[in-house]
């Protein structure tokens, strides 16, 4: 059974659910020929706990990281323009994701399920971000927007965040604080 995946340079492209469902799959590095990480790539990879990117991927598609519920580090290389939807989804034991500043599109439920995820940065210059990105992280308790906004939640409640021309609409909650930051 394959435990561990490197992906050389002279590879270009991975095909739609290469290595889904690679149940003993611990570890997986992507060279930076790789310009897109393809759909549902190690979707139900249920072991798969870290993967390297390098620095020249451009964008996550669709369910990539699916269901990788043992998932707990990655790094996200500087290069990232764009996470597409569900790709993170149930990935419940990811806490701590860093969005590259070059980010511009999260995409409708990419952290969906992320029930251990505690703090996420929202780079500047991100243009769109997409409905329920973050449904039922029931654990998130701060995301950071560049420098000018930062959203405290109290409670662990039901969580859903939307946008809405940057304005972020959180039901549920007893206490929502924003600081502004200088």
Not at 38 to 59: A, Q, R, Y
Not at 67 to 86: D, E, H, Q, R
């Amino acid at each position: 059974d394959l435990e561990s995946v490197v992906i050389p340079n002279s590879v270009t492209k991975i095909g739609s659910y290469a290595f889904s469902n690679c149940g003993e799959l611990v570890e997986a590095t992507l060279s930076n020929s790789i310009k897109n990480i393809s759909t549902g790539i190690f979707s139900n990879c249920s072991k798969l706990m870290t993967v390297n990117l390098s620095d020249g991927i451009e964008s996550i598609s669709t369910a990539a990281f699916g269901n990788c519920f043992n998932l707990v580090n990655i790094i996200l290389p500087s290069s990232l323009k764009a996470i597409n939807a569900c790709a993170f989804q149930y990935c419940s034991s990811l806490k701590t994701i860093v969005l590259p500043e070059g980010l511009v599109q999260i995409d409708a439920e990419a952290f969906k399920y992320c029930v251990s995820l505690k703090n996420i940065n929202i780079p500047d210059n991100l243009i769109e971000l997409g409905t329920n990105v973050f449904l039922d992280a029931n654990d998130l308790e701060s995301a950071k927007k560049g420098r000018d906004y930062l959203i405290s939640i109290q409670n662990n409640l039901p969580k859903v965040i939307f946008n809405l021309l940057w304005f972020f609409i959180i039901p549920y909650f007893k206490t929502i604080t924003f600081h502004l930051e200088n």
